[in-house]
């Protein structure tokens, strides 16, 4: 089957899974999922949906999201809103009801599902809970901060790979002619960054977003620089990403209140024209400034604080990283990332962060030796630590290590002892930094940079990785499981009344004991393991 005829089937078995085109009401993608906004969520399939083979799991945020993984979602969404559109044009009714089964790849792995059953209640009720505690205004604001950075990760990875092609290149003299043209393309995303954060800023909190464009496109102007503020000239760039932000903001509130003041037949000439001069009054002569010297301090802080206590830091901030992920206090991150790798060209948190996916990889690995008889979880960890090594953690963490308990905070464990040890080189001069957001693991390693050569940069993050899978290994085999989890959880998922073919009539084992199914079960925003 050709690659496109294959992901168009792929997207054929979703769509009548999830209600049919006149359920959904709006589609998007980020780095590994299918979003999709719905009418009514009781039309879904979930259980048809993890049977299909390119389906890793879904999870019920704001949007429904269906974990497909890097790459495949990017190709599979096309498909789908065609799909869609092709469904609408052909007035297709919407189906009753959900399909009560999957396509005939599901009922090869009917049985895993069934064994599966209880953890996999056990993950959607830990999701609800989660869901639930995480509608704050902090963390729903915390959200919108994600739903502003997150479309732009694609071109920050496309052109740091670039920037890391350019740089090995440069270093070895090689290709001179075509270096200065990958450094335009490496940078030139860089340097109009902040438009695209007004521009989505703007999309995200109800304006327009062109306008929001408008005004963070002058923080980017160079003409500022002839512009006095505080006692100082201004410099192109100035605030970056979170001057952008508080700008487009701000513009957003100065559009809503013309829209309610300005007559209708003025309003297509006025409301533009005032949202950009006050907005951009304010941001020349204010919010540059104060964004500026925010960013300075945000970049000199993570200098400080690796320098004099990276092996803390790390040990800390690896270890944190997944239960901040469980309470979505991880999206107030990205900013920060972002903001580093405007100052530096990498961000030093990110690879230090990659170590919770390190730690729940090994982790993984050690509930697979502990649980023998168990083929159920076996099968799943099989088939979802690929996608681990490559930094996608939502299959394990939400098939096999949450639900289970203890292997989830050994698997912590883990990533701290991997970020203690990158943290560490920091301390002691050796950055490790990441010039995109999105990848961790092995998906990392094209994107690394780091104040000495390419070589040791990239033995630093590798040698964190192998810390971190050792680590979580070794704290999961020997403290992750107590007397009564094992009891439960290691036997054989064999029907009852199998019989072995020493000891005919006897059985094997019973299913009392339900196991991750042979996909993952709910997923997280990556965000970044």
């Not at 190709?75 to 009714?93: D, H, K, M, N, Y």
């Not at 907005?279 to 964004?291: D, E, K, N, Q």
């Not at 903001?339 to 990889?361: D, F, K, R, S, W």
Request: aromatic content about 8%; hydrophobic content about 50%; overall charge neutral.
């Amino acid at each position: 089957m050709a690659p496109e005829d294959k992901n168009r089937a792929t997207a054929a078995a979703i769509l009548p899974l999830v209600g049919g085109a006149a359920n959904v009401d709006s589609i998007a993608h980020c780095m590994t999922r299918l979003r999709l906004a719905l009418h009514d969520r009781s039309l879904v399939d979930d259980e048809a949906l993890k049977a299909i083979p390119a389906v890793m799991g879904v999870v019920e945020d704001d949007t429904y999201q269906i974990v497909l993984g890097p790459g495949t979602v990017a190709r599979v969404t096309p498909e789908f809103e065609r799909l869609v559109e092709e469904s609408r044009e052909a007035a297709t009714p919407a189906p009753a009801s959900a399909p009560a089964s999957g396509p005939a790849s599901a009922s090869a792995s009917a049985s895993e599902v069934a064994s599966a059953e209880e953890l996999a209640s056990q993950g959607a009720a830990m999701k609800a809970a989660r869901k639930a505690k995480n509608a704050t205004p902090f963390k729903l604001f915390l959200r919108r901060i994600a739903n502003i950075f997150v479309p732009l990760i694609p071109a920050l990875i496309g052109c740091g790979i670039i920037a890391g092609l350019n740089g090995l290149l440069v270093n070895l003299g090689w290709l001179t002619s075509v270096t200065p043209a990958l450094a335009a393309m490496a940078s030139g995303f860089m340097a109009l960054i902040a438009v695209f954060v007004g521009f989505n800023t703007a999309k995200e909190f109800g304006g327009t977003p062109i306008l929001g464009g408008a005004v963070a496109a002058i923080i980017v102007f160079p003409g500022v620089a002839n512009i006095e503020a505080f006692g100082q000239k201004l410099s192109p760039g100035q605030g970056g990403v979170l001057g952008a932000l508080g700008a487009a903001v701000l513009a957003v509130y100065v559009e809503k209140w013309c829209r309610r003041w300005v007559p209708e037949a003025l309003d297509v000439l006025v409301t533009p024209t005032l949202t950009v001069l006050v907005s951009g009054l304010v941001t020349i002569f204010g919010l540059m400034f104060v964004a500026g010297e925010v960013s300075t301090a945000i970049g000199s802080f993570a200098d400080w604080l690796l320098a004099n206590g990276g092996a803390g830091a790390g040990f800390v901030l690896g270890g944190l990283f997944l239960p901040l992920v469980m309470l979505g206090l991880h999206q107030a991150l990205i900013p920060i990332h972002t903001t580093l790798i405007e100052q530096q060209g990498y961000t030093v948190l990110l690879p230090i962060l990659a170590m919770a996916g390190a730690g729940q990889v090994g982790a993984a690995v050690a509930v697979y030796f502990r649980l023998p008889r168990n083929g159920s979880v076996r099968r799943t960890i099989k088939s979802a630590l690929p996608a681990g090594l490559l930094g996608v953690g939502e299959p394990l963490i939400y098939g096999v290590s949450l639900p289970l308990g203890r292997p989830f905070i050994t698997a912590c464990v883990g990533g701290a002892f991997g970020g203690g040890f990158i943290g560490l080189f920091n301390q002691l001069g050796d950055k490790v930094g990441s010039t995109a957001i999105g990848p961790s693991g092995w998906a990392l390693f094209p994107l690394l940079d780091g104040n000495h050569d390419l070589g040791t940069t990239v033995a630093i993050y590798g040698g964190g990785l192998l810390v971190g899978y050792l680590a979580g290994f070794l704290a999961t085999y020997f403290f992750g499981f107590g007397k009564e989890l094992l009891a439960e959880f290691n036997v054989s998922q064999e029907p009852a009344g199998a019989t072995t073919s020493g000891a005919p009539g006897t059985t094997t084992g019973t299913a009392s004991a339900p196991a991750p199914g042979p996909g993952p079960d709910q997923a997280k925003e990556p965000a970044g393991l």
